[in-house]
């Protein structure tokens, strides 16, 4: 394995694969952004070039670490202590919910009526807790409540609860893999879903979005000689991805702006994009996820210097702490909406994209220094070079 430089930021944990914190990072700044409307920076973001967005990322590696962390522990403790872990999780994950929706319906509450914006509820789909309150608590307690910003967390919560059933399949990974494949199928064809109060399906399906998790599992356990034979660099098969790549982001605006550089949208473009879902992972975000992952692996080495400078390292360490990050996330972007209007231009948008990036990182710091920073024992993760042995 190649050793790896001390990140610049010292709260980071080293003896990890810095690719992954920093790309889950860069995830969790790309939900905020996007989750502020007025920010001129989302356009900017993936999801204005690329069928799949933050999401599908910070899901595939939440995966990765996933099954790197409880495949050591199912190895050392059995199935029971790992499967007992992940419920401690779930449960962490489950609080860390419950809190952050009754701090942003307080926070959409009080800003709707201090600034005399009523449309704030509907928008949010937060109207169904100012007609029944206590129905609504009560909803959103069992998870079948989910208003705007707040649907991503119940995902993780029933994945990793499926995950936990199905610890003892990261020793048979084919198994895990058409398990998870067949849940999907069902999802999608079948429209198995979780039950929601307002009688829509969860926007994210987590028996559809399991999918991209065990795929990050599988990555993090599978073999390198298996990752080389399978996904090994091929100049050409990356020119061709490149090339798709590409070629979405061009149709994907061309869909929405009705003509560029003098082509007109045809009918059939616009309609084909509309049924590519968010909701079920349509199979082709789920495509474009894994093609920019290949790619990435490639050519994002692990020892590469520049993921031990400041502005790598800051990333980095926002992926370290993904839950706050996370949650704060959340507030910050209902924040920045609310600066926005009021006060419109560049002055706003840098106050709300630096100092939301700055907050975050803040938040992100402070928890590093709380567990202990570098002073806590590395959690090393054996697969950090595995992808990069590929080329």
């Known amino acids: 394995m190649a050793t790896q430089a001390t990140p610049k930021i010292p709260l980071v944990r080293a003896g990890r694969d810095l690719r992954v914190d920093m790309f889950r990072g860069l995830a969790l700044w790309?939900?905020?952004?996007?989750h502020t409307p007025g920010n001129i920076v989302g356009d900017f973001t993936l999801r204005k070039v690329s069928l799949s967005?933050?999401?599908e990322i910070f899901v595939l590696l939440a995966g990765y670490a996933a099954g790197l962390s409880y495949g050591r522990m199912l190895e050392r403790e059995g199935w029971l202590r790992t499967g007992t872990r992940i419920v401690e999780r779930i449960f962490t994950l489950y609080v860390?919910?419950?809190?952050?929706?009754?701090?942003?319906?307080a926070q959409v509450g009080f800003s709707a009526a201090a600034l005399d914006q009523a449309a704030y509820f509907d928008e949010l789909a937060l109207d169904p807790f100012t007609q029944e309150p206590y129905r609504a608590l009560l909803e959103a307690l069992l998870l079948r409540y989910q208003p705007a910003f707040l649907d991503v967390l119940p995902l993780y919560i029933v994945v990793l609860a499926l995950f936990a059933l199905a610890v003892p399949l990261i020793r048979?990974?084919?198994?895990?893999i058409g398990a998870s494949v067949l849940m999907y199928v069902l999802a999608r064809g079948v429209g198995i879903a979780p039950p929601s109060w307002t009688g829509d399906a969860w926007f994210f399906n987590p028996f559809a979005w399991q999918l991209l998790f065990a795929i990050g599992i599988w990555l993090g356990r599978a073999d390198t000689a298996t990752l080389s034979r399978w996904f090994g660099w091929n100049p050409w098969v990356a020119a061709a991805?490149?090339?798709?790549l590409l070629g979405n982001a061009f149709g994907m605006n061309l869909s929405r702006a009705g003509m560029l550089f003098g082509i007109t949208a045809p009918e059939w473009l616009a309609g084909w994009y509309a049924t590519i879902d968010k909701s079920g992972l349509h199979p082709a975000r789920l495509a474009s996820v894994l093609i920019m992952v290949w790619l990435a692996a490639h050519w994002v080495k692990p020892q590469a210097a520049w993921l031990n400078g400041y502005v790598a390292s800051l990333f980095a360490l926002l992926g370290q702490q993904g839950l706050p990050v996370f949650c704060a996330g959340i507030f910050l972007s209902f924040l920045g909406r609310v600066t926005i209007e009021v006060s419109e231009g560049w002055h706003a948008q840098l106050l709300v994209n630096l100092g939301g990036l700055l907050a975050l990182v803040g938040i992100a710091a402070l928890v590093a220094w709380h567990e202990g920073g570098t002073r806590r024992k590395p959690d090393a993760l054996p697969a950090a070079n595995k992808v990069a042995k590929l080329s």
């Open 53 to 55: 967005d933050a999401t």
């Open 172 to 176: 048979r990974l084919p198994l895990l």
């Open 30 to 34: 790309m939900i905020f952004v996007n």
């Open 241 to 244: 991805l490149m090339a798709l």
């Open 96 to 105: 860390a919910h419950i809190f952050l929706f009754v701090v942003f319906t």
